[in-house]
């Protein structure tokens, strides 16, 4: 069985070079990159000395994971062989659309019903076979995370998500795990096994020594969850260093809310994330647009301008005519939200581009190139082409699509470069 993945990856691998390689040989040829790893590709496994078995995980990386150095933080999901594949949808969504920050998605697998009860409980007599969840932690904190910061360019920040009993353990994790998440999403908790006993741990002495965290909580159309005796607990124990949100799904089931709860999670804890152009333009200057976005910095995911946020932005430059002022604004930009002055440039010269401001552009342009990122070599290809230099500006067609191909963006951003254009 092992053999026959090894072959389809293996396939799949050389179906991508030899893309790579035509498209090389003719640059006339308008290919679809190579994007979204397979499921298959997406798979691993590691043997857990804690556990004394061999454990499977599953990994989505941002849209543009493979195009900086930039680090992400984590979102480590419990139950991936049922929830991993709407999560990482979810979530690479949310962050194409600019409503969260791009996350590495980790699913952590369970080897069927009787192991994710296991994992995921305290010895009770309610649950035959349970008692195996602080285990299950200590395998996340001492192996499973180690593996990911190790393979993966991580921020060291993460957040846990679970689903019914897993969302049973994201409580017990926010209760034990001091420090090693930042967030915790608990949707549709079993707040009843072992006759909600977890309830009597949300005490305020123990809750007031944990670090600033924050906890979301669903509920769908269900009785004799215990949630609701648990949201009524933390509205009266909960300290400030605790912030927290319940949401009810009155129309959905158990089984139908985990992906409704999973985008209000997100939507609240990522609020305020994106501002578009009205908004921004109730600012005066941009430094005061700058200072709210480094504020967010603050939260446990950090902060740095995507592609959408910074377009926006560029906008507003335009509009509020604070444009000539672009490289002193880039550099303070920097210096308050290192790693999101090169993003802006490439925004704001596609504005200028749009504008026909073809020479501006340009010179913002070759400030700082931008040698790896295919966006870059975009709108330096149609500077050029508005300034009637089509030499220039097949080149930097042709090394844009070939680091979209190469790095392997979605399909989406790979026609954004219009495909054979100025050949």
């Known amino acids: 069985m092992r053999n026959k993945r090894d072959q389809v990856i293996n396939g799949a691998r050389l179906l991508r070079w030899c893309l790579v390689f035509c498209f090389g040989l003719s640059g006339i040829l308008t290919l679809q990159p190579a994007v979204a790893a397979s499921l298959a590709d997406s798979q691993h496994s590691h043997f857990s000395m804690v556990l004394q078995q061999q454990r499977r995980y599953q990994v989505s990386l941002p849209e543009r994971y493979k195009s900086s150095a ?15 594949e709407h999560v990482a949808a ?9 409503r969260i920050a791009p996350l590495i998605v980790v699913g952590v697998a369970t080897n069927g019903s009787s192991d994710y009860q296991h994992k995921t409980s305290w010895a009770t007599a309610d649950l035959p076979g349970s008692g195996g969840a602080a285990a299950m932690l200590q395998y996340l904190r001492t192996e499973l995370h180690p593996v990911i910061n190790a393979q993966y360019r991580t921020s060291g920040k993460q957040a846990l998500l679970g689903y019914s009993l ?12 001091e420090g090693t998440y930042s967030a915790f999403y608990a949707l549709s908790p079993s707040v009843w096994l072992d006759n909600q006993s977890i309830i009597t741990r949300f005490h305020r002495a123990a809750l007031a020594k944990l670090p600033a965290s ?13 949630v609701q005796e648990l949201r009524a607990e933390l509205k ?39 501002v578009d152009v009205a908004p921004l333009l109730k600012y005066s200057t941009y430094g005061e647009v700058l200072d709210y976005f480094a504020a967010r910095r ?33 550099q303070k930009t920097e210096q308050k939200l290192p790693g999101s002055s090169g993003e802006l440039r490439v925004q704001l010269a596609k504005v200028l581009l749009k504008k026909q401001q073809a020479k501006l552009a340009l010179q913002l ?34 090394q844009a699509e070939a680091l979209a191909i190469s790095q ?16």
């Open 236 to 274: 009266l124990q909960a300290p400030a260093t605790l912030v927290w949100q319940f949401q009810h799904f009155p129309a959905e089931s158990h089984y139908s809310m985990a992906l409704p709860a999973l985008t209000a999670a997100l939507h609240w804890d990522f609020a305020g994330h994106f």
């Open 365 to 398: 342009l070759q400030q700082v190139p931008q040698q790896g990122y295919h966006d870059w070599h975009k709108q330096m290809a149609d500077a050029y082409a508005a300034l009637q230099q089509p030499g220039l500006a097949l080149q930097y067609q042709q």
């Open 214 to 226: 924050r906890l979301f909580i669903s509920l769908a159309n269900e009785a004799g969850m215990g």
């Open 166 to 177: 897993g969302g049973l353990l994201s409580l017990q994790a926010l209760l034990q795990d």
């Open 408 to 423: 392997q963006l979605e399909a989406w951003e790979y026609q954004e470069l219009e495909p054979g254009t100025y050949r």
């Open 70 to 84: 930039r680090r992400y933080s984590v979102l480590y999901l419990i139950d991936a062989d049922f929830q991993f």
């Open 298 to 330: 603050q939260h446990w995911a950090g902060y740095q301008y995507d592609w959408l946020q910074a377009y926006t932005i560029a906008k507003y430059l335009w509009l509020s005519n604070q444009w000539p002022q672009a490289e002193q604004l880039l």
């Open 90 to 98: 979810t979530v690479r969504q949310l962050a194409r659309a600019g």
